[in-house]
T-cell receptor, first 112, second 115 residues
Framework: DAKTTQPPSMDCAEGRAANLPCNHS???????VYWYRQIHSQGPQYIIH???NNETNEMASLIITEDRKSSTLILPHATLRDTAVYYC?????????????FGTGTRLQVTL | DGGITQSPKYLFRKEGQNVTLSCEQN?????MYWYRQDPGQGLRLIYY???????QKGDIAEGYSVSREKKESFPLTVTSAQKNPTAFYLC??????????????FGSGTQLSVL
């Protein structure tokens, strides 16, 4: 699996955009970038995923660089409920299975 | 509503005891997974199954066992051989587990502690 690198923590003021970076410099051509978030003591929640093009849904936007070596998750108007650990993951095939390998993520703290 | 149900929410294990964590899904997914999470850490894969009656070891399978007798159920047994079982355990599922564009759906987790 491609390794991802994220900053351990970030702060964001409520109402502002939160931009969470992720490096995945060893990503392969068929590997998707996924973002999940985890609120304390709950299961991770899917946010968004993409391959090459930028993606947007009701939760967030995903910007992937042209060389695919890095990406940014954007929460356009962060609220206190967005405080969580955000995981950037690259999903790859290993033989007949595809697996997600989670790192330690970025702890986003949204403040008043 | 479709989803993944893990039970119990909290579980306590005595020394030398085996305990079983339940995971049920009604999403009609073929693939199911068990992850372990230690405080402040990411998730580590214990076991996964892509089809009934078949499963594979993940990265930290020692001291754990699983079964997949039904499509909707994937119980995890933490055996007495697992010397450090205290952790948060998460079950997940996805459509087939074979493609790289499938979302993973998670349960709400079980916190296991040793008495």
């Amino acid at each position: 699996d491609a390794k991802t690198t994220q900053p351990p923590s970030m702060d964001c003021a409520e109402g502002r955009a939160a931009n969470l970076p992720c490096n995945h410099s060893t990503i392969s051509g068929n590997e998707y970038v996924y973002w999940y978030r985890q609120i304390h003591s709950q299961g991770p929640q899917y946010i968004i995923h993409g391959l090459k093009n930028n993606e947007t849904n009701e939760m967030a936007s995903l910007i992937i660089t042209e060389d695919r070596k890095s990406s940014t998750l954007i929460l356009p108007h962060a609220t206190l409920r967005d405080t969580a650990v955000y995981y950037c993951i690259v999903r790859s095939n290993t033989g007949t299975a595809s697996k997600l390998t989670f790192g330690t993520g970025t702890r986003l703290q949204v403040t008043l | 509503d479709g989803g993944i149900t893990q039970s119990p929410k909290y579980l306590f294990r005595k020394e030398g005891q085996n305990v079983t964590l339940s995971c049920e899904q009604n999403l009609n997914h073929d693939a199911m997974y068990w992850y372990r999470q230690d405080p402040g850490q990411g998730l580590r894969l214990i076991y996964y199954s892509q089809i009934v009656n078949d499963f594979q070891k993940g990265d930290i399978a020692e001291g754990y066992s699983v079964s997949r007798e039904k499509k909707e159920s994937f119980p995890l047994t933490v055996t007495s051989a697992q010397k450090n079982p205290t952790a948060f355990y998460l079950c997940a599922s996805t459509t087939t587990g074979r493609a790289t564009n499938e979302k993973l759906f998670f349960g709400s987790g079980t916190q296991l502690s040793v008495l």
